[in-house]
C-alpha cells in the first residue's frame, strides 16, 4: 500500500465509494503524494514526449505561434499558454528558438507556464530564468483569467484529466466507482453520479452496446468551455493522442482507453500503486470540438503530427533540425531523431492537432495545410 492507497481506503471506508474521475485526480494531483506533484527525477523511467526527442518539435511549434501572431495582425503582446507545463522543457526550447530566430514575435511574446506542483514551477522557473528576466515568460499555478490576443496550447496534457467510466449493463449505463474490499480497490458499479454523463454521451450521439466500457471526459469539457472564455482572439492547439468519437466508442474500443503506465509499460491495472503510476485516458477530440463551441471556439482542423510537423519544417528543408556548427554524425542524429517524431509507426501518427480558434479570420495555418477546414 502507498502512502496514497492508504488514503483513498480509509476516504472509501469513511464515505462509500469514489467515481474514477476522483481517484484518478487524486492518483495525478494529490499536493504531496500525486504522480505529476513530485519534482521531475523518475520520469523518464515511465515514458518519454516528443518533447524529449529533439528541440525541433519546440521550434516548429514556436512559426507555428509566430504565424498566429501574424494571422491576428502582430498586436504589441501575444499571450501564449501553456497549461501542464512540468518542468519547462518545451517552454524553453520555444523560447530560446523565438529569441534566436524570431525577433519580432519574440518582442511580442508573454509566455505562461502554468504546473500545478510547486517543485515543478520552482524546476520550471530556473530554466526559464533569462527569459522571465526579459520580461518574456512567467510561471504561474493557474491560467491567465483574460487573454487579448495569444494562444492556449497543451502538449498530452487532456489525456490526464480525470474520467468517469460507464459500462452498459442491462440497457442501461451504469458508472463504475472506486470501491475497497479484502483489502484491495475493486470496480463498483452502480447508478450514474451525475446526469451530465448521459449528456456527454447524447450530445455526440454516442451508442454503446451491452457491455461496451467508455470514459466520459467531462474534465476535458469543462477545461476547453473555460479557455475559450477566457480566450478574446487567437487559438487553442491540442496536441495528443485520441480520435473523434466516431472512432472513440467504436467497437474496437469495447473496453474503454483508460491504461496505466508505469517503467515503460502500458496495462489496465489501474489500481497499482496510486500516485507511483501514470494514468491516462485517450482524448475524444469531438467533446473538445463541441464544447469548445459553446463558448465560441471554431475548428480550424485536426491533423497528424506528421502532417503538421512536415508542412511547417517543409519551407526551409527542415534547417531548423541543426544547430550551428554541427558535424555530419551530429546532423545524421538529428535526422534519425526527427523520423521518430513524424513517421506513421512512431510517434507521427499517434499524436494529433486539433487546432481551434477565436476572433479569427484570415488565412489558413501552415500546420494545416493539406487538410479540408471543418467549421
Known amino acids: 500500500m502507498t502512502p496514497l492507497a492508504e488514503l483513498l ?19 495525478l494531483y494529490h499536493p504531496i503524494h500525486g504522480y505529476y506533484s513530485k519534482a521531475e527525477a523518475t ?6 514526449t516528443s518533447v524529449d526527442v529533439h528541440p525541433i518539435f ?7 505561434f509566430a504565424e498566429m501572431w501574424e494571422n491576428l495582425g502582430q498586436p504589441e ?9 512540468g518542468v519547462g522543457r518545451l517552454a524553453s526550447h520555444i523560447l530560446d528558438f523565438s529569441a534566436s530566430k524570431l525577433s519580432g514575435f519574440y518582442r511580442a511574446l508573454n509566455y505562461v507556464a502554468v504546473e500545478r506542483s510547486p517543485s515543478r514551477r520552482e524546476q520550471t522557473a530556473g530554466r526559464l530564468k533569462q527569459h522571465a528576466e526579459a520580461g518574456h515568460a512567467a510561471v504561474s499555478a493557474e491560467i491567465p483569467f483574460h487573454i487579448f490576443a495569444g494562444c492556449f496550447f497543451s502538449n498530452e496534457l487532456v489525456d490526464a484529466l480525470p474520467v468517469h467510466r460507464v459500462v452498459l449493463q442491462g440497457g442501461a449505463p451504469k458508472e463504475m466507482f472506486v470501491g475497497f474490499a479484502d483489502g484491495r480497490f475493486v470496480d463498483h458499479v452502480a447508478e450514474l453520479s451525475t446526469c451530465a454523463i448521459t449528456e456527454y454521451f447524447a450530445t455526440q450521439g454516442i451508442i454503446l ?14 477545461w476547453i468551455t473555460e479557455v475559450g472564455r477566457r480566450l478574446e482572439r487567437g487559438y487553442v492547439l491540442t496536441i495528443d493522442y485520441g480520435h473523434r468519437a466516431g472512432e472513440l466508442f467504436d467497437d474496437h474500443h469495447m473496453r474503454g482507453t483508460l491504461l496505466a503506465y508505469q517503467d515503460h509499460r502500458a496495462t489496465e491495472n489501474y489500481y497499482a500503486s496510486p500516485g507511483q503510476q501514470d494514468l491516462t485516458a485517450h482524448v ?12 465560441g471556439l471554431e475548428t480550424s482542423g485536426l491533423t497528424s503530427q506528421t502532417a503538421f510537423l512536415l508542412a511547417l519544417g517543409q519551407g526551409n528543408e527542415f534547417a531548423d533540425l541543426y544547430d550551428e556548427g554541427q558535424g555530419e554524425a551530429e546532423r545524421t542524429k538529428a535526422r534519425l531523431q526527427l523520423k521518430t517524431l513524424i513517421h506513421p509507426e512512431g510517434m507521427g501518427e499517434r499524436f494529433q492537432l486539433l487546432i481551434q480558434q477565436k ?12 487538410i479540408e477546414p471543418r467549421i
Open 9 to 27: 481506503a480509509d476516504r472509501i471506508r469513511r464515505y462509500g465509494p469514489l467515481t474514477f474521475a476522483d481517484y484518478m485526480r487524486e492518483c
Open 43 to 48: 520520469r523518464f523511467a515511465d515514458y518519454y
Open 58 to 64: 519546440g521550434r516548429l511549434l514556436a512559426r507555428q
Open 77 to 85: 503582446k501575444f499571450t501564449l499558454v501553456e497549461p501542464g507545463a
Open 209 to 222: 452496446h451491452e457491455g461496451h466500457q467508455a470514459e466520459a471526459g467531462l474534465e476535458a469539457c469543462d
Open 284 to 295: 475524444n477530440f469531438t467533446a473538445l470540438e463541441v464544447w469548445g463551441k459553446r463558448s
Open 359 to 370: 476572433g479569427v479570420s484570415g488565412a489558413r495555418l501552415t500546420g494545416l495545410l493539406g
